[in-house]
């Protein structure tokens, strides 16, 4: 079946880096985009960014662009984030999605279909 | 970057009231709209895309509406199942943003 299988937790402390990996299986990892989403804990669901998993191409939300950088191995239809400089407000559940549709005028705009567990990144001194 | 509204924040329901969501964006969306329903401690999971159309296993009860700015997403009949929180996003332009969510609690 289709999914999305996250690494597991991690605890980081101020100012330190994290890479959080999502495996895709079920289907054709390059016909798809990944997004990245976080949680805060109790709070809303916050988009971090895009990439295609056809050209490596990526959008990156204005608040961590900078500081996040998303790659992929096709080799292994692996998608990667990492987030460095971390801060205690970066503490969340970080969730990959698997992109759908176009951006209009081309489709109906991109929604999330699939989703990951989700990886508990913990940023404390 | 276009905002999201909810409202409301939570919704107190018995089993079989008819529930309704709104969601109210900042720019007009045309009807790339998505909604997604979220219970505790597991990943969202996708419910209507392009405003009205249901994903493949959806149950009927779930509807949704609207076009522009404005949006609903309609429970006919709440089923135990459904209390959970739901979420708009817009689909139609980077950034994509999500809604602050909706809470359906138990009455």
């Known amino acids: 079946q289709v999914q999305l299988v996250q690494s597991g937790a991690e605890v980081k402390k101020p100012g330190a880096s994290v890479k959080v990996s999502c495996k895709a299986s079920g289907y054709t990892f390059t016909s798809y985009g990944i997004s990245w989403v976080r949680q805060a804990p109790g709070q809303g669901l916050e988009w971090m960014g895009w990439?295609?998993?056809?050209?490596?191409?990526?959008n990156y939300a204005q608040k961590v662009q900078g500081r996040v950088t998303m790659t992929t191995d096709t080799s292994t239809s692996t998608a990667y984030m990492e987030v460095r400089s971390l801060r205690s407000d970066d503490t969340a559940v970080y969730y990959c999605?698997?992109?759908?549709?176009?951006?209009?005028?081309?489709?109906?705009?991109?929604?999330?279909?699939?989703w990951g567990q989700g990886t508990m990144v913990s940023v404390s001194s | 970057d276009i905002q999201m509204t909810q409202s409301p924040s939570s919704v107190s329901a018995s089993v079989g009231d008819r529930v309704t969501i709104t969601c109210r964006a900042s720019q007009g969306i045309s009807s790339w709209l998505a909604w997604y329903q979220q219970k505790p401690g597991r990943a969202p999971k996708f419910l209507i895309y392009?405003?009205?159309s249901l994903q493949s296993g959806v149950p009927s009860r779930f509807s949704g509406s609207g076009s522009g700015t404005d949006f609903t997403l309609t429970i006919s009949s709440l089923q135990p199942e459904d209390f959970a929180t739901y979420y708009c996003?817009?689909?139609?332009?980077?950034?994509?943003?999500f809604g602050g969510g909706t809470k359906v609690e138990i009455k």
């Open positions: 996003q817009q689909a139609n332009s980077f950034p994509l943003t």
């Open positions: 392009a405003a009205s």
């Open positions: 999605a698997r992109m759908v549709g176009e951006l209009p005028p081309e489709g109906t705009g991109y929604a999330f279909d699939i």
């Open positions: 990439i295609s998993g056809y050209n490596g191409n990526t």
